[in-house]
């Protein structure tokens, strides 16, 4: 009788021991499943996040990078076209809070870039700060319509920002021509003939960008040209959307010609617009080109 009470117990273990098994497993089922789940979907598709649009604005990455964040107004509530405007650009933390110190970035502790939808229109300006985190300066817009306005700072201690924001500007618009690439890199401005080189035209791997800049008349190089904001000159590149944007410096800042060089690199295809900064004899002047990346 007792042997029989023996096995029967030892069965009954036996029998809870391998329920106790199977729920354990179950339990560790659904637990994994969920977590592989919650690492591999966040409410977006994959490589979307960040990835493309917007994503893709240099300026985007840079403010939510920093959690720095930049508010552009005008002191009158609106610009009106051929008319001086105030712009006020105030500088703010993720809190909220101003930014109060910033580094000197090549001679200015702002640069300013305002160029208008179909990038016919190239504006560099330095607007000067009057602390509390906010900078002022007085521009002219040429005609109404949406204008995309670039911050460029270094706040101190931190790194290299950059923070957009389309205006608009009130009064007659002019028609908007289609960004295309040029067929020749060779411009005309003030008297200087510019030609532009690039060492690759595909995107994401390195190019070198050579100026060579020539007396338009005489066809001789031109050697002396003077700094402008502490190097030989500065490079701004945008896409033809105005989505990414790339500030660009010389690979020998001491350079004084005839040819200029700067390091990149283009994110993506597409169509850019290059504008190229230069000092000569007291004069800075500006050349564009627009090329295509493959």
Avoid at 49 to 61: L, N, P
Avoid at 156 to 161: Q, S
Avoid at 167 to 187: M, Q, T, W, Y
Wanted: one cysteine or more; aromatic letters at 8%; glycine letters at 12%.
């Amino acid at each position: 009788m007792n042997k029989k009470i023996m096995i029967l117990i030892a069965g009954m273990l036996v029998l809870a021991l391998l329920s106790a098994c199977g729920k354990a497993k179950q339990a560790a089922g659904p637990a994994g499943h969920e977590a592989g789940a919650h690492g591999s979907g966040s409410g977006e598709p994959a490589g979307h996040h960040g990835g493309s649009g917007h994503g893709d604005d240099g300026a985007k990455r840079h403010e939510a990078a920093s959690g720095l964040k930049a508010s552009f107004s005008f002191a009158a509530g609106k610009a009106k076209a051929n008319e001086s405007a105030e712009l006020a650009v105030r500088i703010t933390d993720a809190g909220g809070k101003p930014v109060d110190h910033f580094e000197l970035q090549h001679e200015k502790l702002m640069h300013l870039i305002v160029v208008n939808e179909d990038l016919s229109f190239f504006n560099h300006i330095h607007p000067e700060y009057k602390g509390n985190g906010t900078f002022t300066v007085a521009t002219t817009f040429p005609a109404g319509g949406k204008y995309k306005l670039f911050a460029d700072f270094v706040p101190k201690g931190g790194a290299a920002t950059t923070i957009s924001e389309w205006v608009n500007v009130e009064g007659p618009a002019k028609g908007h021509a289609e960004v295309k690439a040029d067929s020749s890199l060779v411009k005309v401005v003030d008297g200087k003939e510019v030609a532009l080189d690039l060492s690759s035209k595909k995107a994401s791997g390195d190019v070198t960008l050579t100026f060579t800049i020539r007396d338009a008349q005489t066809g001789q190089p031109i050697s002396d040209l003077e700094p402008y904001l502490g190097a030989v000159g500065h490079v701004v590149i945008l896409s033809a959307d105005a989505e990414r944007y790339i500030h660009v410096h010389p690979i020998d800042e001491t350079a004084t010609g005839p040819k200029a060089q700067f390091a990149t690199s283009f994110p993506q295809s597409g169509t850019y617009k290059i504008w190229g900064q230069f000092q000569h004899r007291g004069k800075v002047f500006t050349v564009p080109f627009t090329v295509d990346i493959q």
